[in-house]
């Protein structure tokens, strides 16, 4: 059984940093592409960053509004995907979920491209 399990979000003020940490078990990562998601209550969910790893190459993909602020990687060794958020706004208040498990069909910042989800776990950023 595959279970993802999101740490790290809280209460910051903009332009502080977050961590984020998904342990993923039951399902390597290995080098497929694992990414995460926000939602805002009574909105979509919106793809935030994807990462490939194969060998050392690392693709990425990230969503307009936070290139340049997020970083997305991998600890292989933990099975665990991150998301370091740098100068966060309150924009980014929002419910944060990782994913896993592509299904190869969409593009990979889209939540229906992928399998496997966490729980979450909320980001608030204060003015």
């Known amino acids: 059984q595959v279970h993802l399990v999101e740490s790290g979000g809280g209460s910051v003020q903009a332009g502080g940093s977050l961590r984020l940490s998904c342990v993923v078990s039951g399902y390597a990562l290995s080098t497929y592409w694992a990414a995460w998601f926000r939602q805002v209550l009574g909105k979509q969910r919106e793809g935030v960053a994807a990462?490939?790893?194969?060998?050392?190459?690392?693709?990425?993909e990230y969503t307009d509004s936070v290139k340049g602020r997020f970083t997305i990687s991998q600890d292989k060794a933990k099975n665990t995907l991150i998301l370091q958020m740098n100068s966060v706004k309150p924009e980014d208040t929002a419910m944060y979920y990782c994913a896993a498990g592509p299904r190869g069909r969409w593009s990979v910042l889209e939540p229906g491209e992928f399998n496997y989800w966490g729980q979450g776990t909320q980001v608030t950023v204060s003015s």
């Open positions: 990462i490939r790893s194969v060998g050392t190459t690392r693709y990425v």
